[in-house]
């Protein structure tokens, strides 16, 4: 299927319409997994003064043209001052990221779908994850995949939004002040989900309160019937918030929306319910934890917040996966192990701590070190590892900025061995 005709790529970006015939399916910027038909940027690693960038220099998309007409690329987006010759219909622009942001503005402009952005020091994935599965079951949508939440990362998966979609689900994240007000005003969301705000990427924010002001200028993006979607204890004051009409979420009934867990029924299922106003929806969350169901009590509340039917999509939650590395649960004989490797901040681990805890047989924290903490970075630390060794039954450290005294919890039951075979069954 058609996601851009080669008229809409040139209006888009501004270049001359040719007769040629290079419709795409869809849109790359890595010649690796790029689809037959796909339209692919060349992008360089510089992002300009704009944004910040870890890999900022190291590659250029201009050196892998050949591996996209090779991988059938459709056409190519190039900058204008490249000479190298091309086999495939191009789109010369003088800058190929603010091409690609100007096709992710195309694809906004063009359609009427009901937008969602998410952001948050925690949570965010899941919170897309969850809301794109409900929603899917509902109506037409499309959503970020991954963590496509940066500077790159939000305009190619707009780019690559059906017109005829009825919902849109996007993740936004920042590294740096200022990021999350530029992607906003690419987004323009209908409803603005801020998780929470958490010492994570603190690194190059001069305060928490910086850091808050920066997760809160997602609602800038907002129109004049926009929703922000914010936790009940977050402070919006200050904020883009304040002149938005607000929908709190929380764990307790003074929240717009909360949730709180009930009895097991009769299958060994937990429940929970969820109240929405006057309305109480009972579901079956398949997962454990405060954290998750304060994230999902987040997703009801962006779901009211569309006017989803939300009985519908209570039913629904039974089939919510965890997405990978954000505390999947692999079975491995008689080991159980909780994947929530792919990054951390105090609150997050603390939680994942917790709900380690509130397992049964020999708990095991194994705790890799937690980045851009900025000078809290050593206190962090040792806060964690105090909770877990009074928490669990055995904690094992990866990393330099753990404090020594983690050594003291080694057990000889989990020796390098043991853990060896681990790892080998699960592979």
Known sequence: MTLWSWHELCEALNVPVTDQHADATGVSIDSRTLAPGDLFIALSGD?????????????????????????????VMIRGDYRGDVAIPVLPVPDTLEGLWALGRAARHRTDAHIVAVTGSAGKTTCRSWL???????????????????????????????????????EVGTNNPGEIALLTELVRPDVAVVLNVLPAHIGRFPSMDDLRLEKLSLAEGLGETGIVI?????????????????????????????????????RGIDEASIHVGDQRLVCHPPFKGDHRLLTL????????????????AARDVVRLTVPTGRGEVIKAGDW???????????????????????????????????????????????????????????VFTVGE?????????????????VLTALVDRIE
Do not use: C
């Open 336 to 394: 159980t192990l909780v994947d929530d490797s792919y990054n951390a901040n105090p609150v997050s681990v603390l939680y994942a701590v917790n709900a380690l805890a509130g397992e049964g047989g020999h708990r095991v924290a194994v705790l890799g070190e937690m980045l851009e903490l900025g000078p809290d970075g050593p206190s962090a630390h040792e806060e964690v590892l105090l909770a877990a060794m009074n928490s669990v039954d055995q």
């Open 47 to 75: 992002p300009g003064p704009r944004f910040h960038s870890s890999s900022a220099g190291d590659l250029d998309g201009h050196d892998f043209l050949k591996a996209a007409v090779q991988a059938e690329a459709s056409s």
């Open 401 to 417: 900025n753990w404090p020594p005294k983690g050594q003291e919890r080694l057990d000889p039951q989990l020796d390098d061995a």
């Open 132 to 170: 794109e599965a409900l929603l899917s079951e509902q109506a037409p949508t499309h959503a970020s995949t991954g963590s496509l939440n940066n500077h790159w990362g939000v305009p190619l998966s707009m780019s690559r939004m059906p017109a005829e979609v009825h919902y849109g689900v996007f």
């Open 297 to 312: 009590t987040a997703v009801f509340a962006a779901l009211a917040a569309v006017k989803a039917d939300l009985e519908k």
């Open 230 to 266: 914010a936790p009940s204890n977050l402070d919006l004051n200050e904020s883009a918030a304040m002149d938005r009409d607000v929908l709190t979420f929380g764990l307790s009934s003074d929240a717009d929306i909360w949730s709180e867990w009930g009895s097991v029924d009769h």
